[in-house]
């Protein structure tokens, strides 16, 4: 198995446009504060028919949201993912964008539009929103997750370190940000730290295929911290890493 291909795969997974149907995920946009009745209701109506996976109901019911409330930020996040999931992601996009003028500080809105541009690998401007994103709530274990990998594949290898290490302080349950690091680390021709950081990997997922992958790697990796250390073929190694 291919590793960096497996860490690509996940991170488009992971960018899969999502629409906020529980306030405990991200946090929730003060615009909701003034919501009127009706268009809570309509809100509702939208989430429900998304429990159903029945996504022309669901913006049928959020379209009509935003039209009694037009500051309903949370209706027009989860109008952009109707959108996105009828296949309409220049749709999604516009409202999510919607989202993000009634209130610039939402963060389900803007990481939804990062994943936008994931899907077209527009990792610059992903990892822009993702900042932003992280500034506005940032306690979402599965924000810093997608920005440290997010780094990674626009060959931002200090930010990327910076944020895997960042995430590894809060209560997680995915190991992959100790793989980014490790990435990152021999971006950087730090070898025996990426060593370090696939041993914290398989110390939170010792099982399954990504951990005998990770496993075979570590491998790998510290025969060849032991070469550097006693040749000085730090360079050398730099050289020999490719970007994904």
């Known amino acids: ?94 409202a999510f964008q919607h989202a993000l003028e009634a209130d610039d500080h939402f963060a389900a809105a803007l990481v939804n539009i990062a994943q936008t541009e994931i899907a077209e690998h527009n990792f610059g401007s992903a990892e822009s929103h993702l900042v932003r994103a992280v500034s506005a709530d940032p306690t979402s274990m599965t924000t810093l997750t997608l920005l440290s990998n997010v780094q990674l594949l626009a060959q931002h290898y200090d930010d990327a370190i910076a944020t895997s290490r960042k995430a590894h302080l809060m209560p997680h349950e995915n190991a992959l940000v100790h793989y980014v690091a490790a990435r990152a680390l021999l971006h950087k021709s730090r070898v025996a730290e990426a060593v370090d950081e696939c041993k914290l990997f398989l110390q939170e997922e010792p099982t399954g295929p990504r951990a005998e992958a990770v496993r075979r790697e570590m491998l790998q990796l510290s025969d060849i911290s032991a070469a550097l250390h006693s040749e000085g073929l730090q360079s050398d190694f730099r050289r020999s890493i490719r970007p994904f």
């Open 1 to 94: 198995m291919n590793f960096s291909r497996l860490l690509f795969s996940l991170l488009l997974i992971a960018a899969s446009v999502s629409a906020e149907t529980h306030s405990d995920r991200y946090s929730v946009s003060v615009t909701s504060l003034k919501v009127p009745s009706e268009a809570k209701k309509e809100y509702r109506n939208g989430c429900s028919a998304i429990e159903k996976q029945d996504w022309r109901k669901a913006a049928d019911h959020f379209s009509k949201a935003v039209e009694i409330y037009p500051r309903y930020a949370e209706a027009y996040n989860n109008l952009g993912a109707a959108y996105v999931h009828l296949g309409d992601p220049q749709k999604g996009r516009e």
